[in-house]
């Protein structure tokens, strides 16, 4: 399977400021997606990031506050913008090889990030 | 939105002893798949299963799939330590480009 890196692997920000977060694939992939995980929580679906257009956001996630950038099929960037407690979450990417039904999905091992 | 409802919400076992997972989904699905998450860090992902199997095994796992009940479980035989985790189930739905819709987890807790 694919190997994800992410940047950072955790960061502690003030409020009001804005974080980018990196993700790196070692192979091309067509699908990568970004998650949040609240403190105690599981995890739900932020965005897909498409190459080369727009990301495609889920409900109660907007472009303002998660504006997410995807230009090749090995990188994308995710950038939690204007900070607050509540943000204070594992964010992580994940990837599947090929687009279509039954494709298993990867993650990176997510960054923890936490605002004061 | 969260879909999936997985049972025990916590699990405690000794090492040896096999443990057992339930995940319960609301809609029609292509695969599920199972991962498992060491103290908050990244997901590992484990086995999917198609919609159209009932059964899939890897290693000391077995998960089944039931589509009538919308429900699957994960076996662990011969539990070690090293399997304390949470576990989560996501379903890839049906027309859903992939997007998993995970269940709230499971924590599970070998002792040795």
């Known amino acids: 399977s694919a190997v994800i890196s992410q940047k950072p692997s955790r960061d502690i920000c003030q409020r009001g400021t804005s974080l980018t977060i990196q993700c790196q694939v070692d192979?091309?992939?067509?699908?990568m997606f970004w998650y949040r995980q609240q403190p105690g929580q599981s995890l739900t679906l932020i965005a897909t990031?498409?190459?080369?257009?727009?990301?495609?956001?889920e409900s109660g996630f907007v472009i303002d506050k998660f504006p997410i950038s995807r230009p090749n099929l090995t990188f994308s960037t995710l950038t939690v913008s204007n900070m607050s407690p509540e943000d204070s979450s594992i964010y992580l990417c994940?990837?599947?090889?090929?687009?279509?039904?039954?494709?298993?999905?990867?993650f990176g091992d997510g960054t923890r990030l936490s605002i004061l | 939105s969260q879909q999936g409802e997985e049972d025990p919400q916590a699990l405690s076992i000794q090492e040896g002893e096999n443990a057992t997972m339930n995940c319960s989904y609301k809609?029609?699905?292509?695969?599920l798949q199972w991962y498992r998450q060491n103290s908050g860090r990244g997901l590992v992902h484990l086995i999917l299963?198609?919609?159209?199997?009932r059964e899939k095994h890897s290693g000391r796992l077995r998960v089944t799939l039931d589509t009538s009940k919308k429900s699957s479980s994960l076996l662990i035989t011969a539990s070690r330590a090293a399997d304390t985790a949470s576990y989560f189930c996501?379903?890839?739905?049906?027309?859903?480009?992939?997007?998993?819709?995970f269940g709230q987890g499971t924590r599970l807790t070998i002792n040795p």
């Open positions: 192979s091309q992939v067509t699908m």
């Open positions: 996501a379903t890839d739905q049906f027309q859903g480009a992939q997007k998993l819709v």
């Open positions: 990031a498409n190459q080369g257009s727009e990301a495609t956001y």
């Open positions: 299963i198609r919609s159209n199997e």
């Open positions: 994940s990837v599947a090889a090929a687009s279509g039904k039954n494709q298993p999905q990867h």
């Open positions: 809609t029609s699905i292509n695969n």
